[in-house]
């Protein structure tokens, strides 16, 4: 769990943000045992995407009990203007959402190292009415993420890993404020080539169903 609210007003950027990269460390050693079966994932021509692993795909109720989670987390009156805490529990969603996606431990540990690094607990050009603004996206990202759980839920029929893998990523709550000006092309395109991959496969899975290969 994070460090807890009243630690937060005491702790400094370095001190909140080394926390974090620790924990992130430390889940992704606990996860990495028998988590990258070989042969799971096909290697794509010309790129660098080789180490990407479809591992399966995550259950619905993990995404739900982390959309519930946040959504009383960031609803918390007054929670806006104390930017830093606000700005950590915004973080802290977004590691917890790239941890349930379908991607290889290595891959995982790249990217959520990359945002911790080049994260900003304070946007000092950011007026309070901005910050209010920045918390209804992520509340309409909550929304959209709970709605996809749902669905799946309903469907009571596994997505596609690398579909539900894109869905997730595209409804993260990011933007190049987030992050420290010199760091935006590395995440991005951190984040371009996993979206990337995940389309592809989609494409190839699509390409190899039964149907398709019955026309």
């Known amino acids: 769990m994070l460090t807890s609210l009243a630690q937060l007003d005491v702790l400094s950027s370095t001190d909140v943000l080394g926390g974090l990269m620790k924990r992130e460390c430390n889940l992704a050693e606990a996860r990495q045992v028998n988590t990258d079966p070989p042969g799971i994932a096909a290697k794509l021509s010309g790129d660098k995407m080789s180490g990407f692993m479809m591992v ?3 259950l619905s109720n993990e995404l739900l009990g982390l959309t519930e989670y946040y959504d009383a987390v960031l609803s918390r009156t007054g929670l806006v203007k104390k930017e830093s805490e606000f700005r950590t529990n915004k ?16 891959t995982k540990i790249e990217l959520t190292s990359a945002i911790i690094e080049a994260w900003r607990l304070q946007v000092p ?55 420290r ?9 951190l984040l371009s080539q996993i979206m990337d991959y995940c389309i592809s496969i989609t494409e190839s899975n699509l390409c190899l169903s039964p149907e398709t290969s019955r026309s």
């Open 56 to 58: 399966g795909c995550i």
């Open 91 to 106: 973080l802290s969603m977004i590691l917890e959402f790239i941890r349930t996606i379908c991607i290889s431990e290595n």
């Open 125 to 179: 050009e950011r007026s309070l009415i901005q910050r209010e603004e920045e918390l209804r996206k992520v509340m309409d990202s909550i929304c959209r993420i709970k709605n996809l759980a749902k669905w799946i839920e309903w469907r009571k029929d596994p997505m596609n890993g690398s579909q539900l893998n894109f869905r997730v990523l595209s409804d993260l709550p990011i933007a190049p404020s987030d992050f």
């Open 181 to 189: 000006s010199e760091d935006v092309p590395k995440i991005y395109n």
